[in-house]
């Protein structure tokens, strides 16, 4: 094989489609565009516009709220990943596991604003669990096990009372 010989495989390289070469090229004149006016020019182009008519974004009334702007982002865990963790030797099962334990035994990436317990799955190992919520699966499939499960209290807020 000489230098002159590579070429890319078949179908990798299209050839570019030439516009307003003509009106035998079938995208000659308007060249792809259509009729004349805003849409044929290139630049903006009104998204939602109705010609006038009020636009359904607008006839609709608001409704709703989200709480985007305050609410916690939660890690979920179930208790079947924990124990795959715990018989992999990753995860101490006689030491509390929280945030910082899951994410040293890589269940976890990285901790959000907190650690929500999840039932699915099946947990043999007893095991003290501090985390910002579980539940209530969870929490009984824990508890049969003979360990526990500590709530924490998120952290006030600035200018919250603590309570």
Known sequence: MKLN???PRPGAKKKRFRIG????S??????????KGQTARSGV????FEGGQMPLHR???KRGFRNVKFALRLNEVNLGTVQAAIDAGRLDATATVDAAALIKAGVLRRAKDGVRLLGMGELKSKVDFAVFGA????RAAVEKAGGSVKILAPAPEEGEKAA
């Open 21 to 24: 070469r003509g009106i035998g």
């Open 45 to 48: 182009r009104i998204k939602g």
């Open 59 to 61: 006839r609709l009334p």
């Open 5 to 7: 010989e590579i070429a």
């Open 26 to 35: 079938g995208a000659g004149k308007t060249g792809g565009r259509g009729g």
């Open 135 to 138: 539940s209530n699966s969870a």
